[in-house]
């Protein structure tokens, strides 16, 4: 009965760590396509096709349902693969729509028209492609009225977290977070809308200073995937055992997975 979970690399892990805590009778099979990382600087079509191919290794490993716990592979690729490629007995889910629903204070699910909610002023975190594909506004517009969200493509942060180099990471979300400031001074919510960017969550907070409350996903799309899994128990898939899968370096990724698991966790080659 084992679920899917998708990443470019190392970032989904935050949202897996969440997930086992939360569902620990769920086995998860975790695919970080760390060769290909980061897809934050790629175009929607080669996020596409690497997100499907990653999406399909995981259903070999009879995972019916695959959750992307990528931003950016949600953000570019996730309709385009519901309208077009996703067999019907097979369901993909992203992060985003959990987020939304819990920045906007919605129950889990609840598709009712648009409202005017408490939140007027976001602030997005993000890697260039998920701001390019605008996704994050067009998902939030099906549920919010009103709502001004300035983004900002924090380029570097994800390459230097896969590099392991957490310092360049912490100076560049500190530039990333003066340069939003400079466009939207209080902003009342942030969202860090990118799976590797909880790894820095602290840092993101003190350089936002008080009174900005941060939206990180791993908790909210561990609740909601509870939820989705006891409404919809058929998409529990047929895998039986967790497994950590890569196509980067089993060894090296294996390593620096240790900074987001905070255990130590042996991937093999995917
Ligand atoms: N963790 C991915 C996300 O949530 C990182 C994307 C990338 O590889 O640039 O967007």
Redesign the pocket.
Known sequence: MAVGMF??????LTVLGACAARLPDVPFVYLGDNAH??????DADDIFRLTCAGVERLWDEGCELVVL???????AALKRMQETWVPKDKRVLG?FVPLIEALTERAWGDNSPPREVWVKHVALF?????VASRAFQRELAFRAIGVDVEAQPCGGV??AI?AGDLELAETLVRAHVAALKRRMPRPQAAVL?????PLLESVFADALGPGIKVFS?PALVAESLADYLARRPEFLGRGGRPRFLTTGDPAQVGDRAGLFLRRKVAFERA
């Open positions: 990443d470019s690399g190392l970032g989904g990382a980061p897809y934050g600087v790629r716990a990528c931003n950016t592979a949600s953000a992060v993000a890697t260039p492609a998920t994800v390459d896969e809308g990118c799976t590797h960017y996903q």
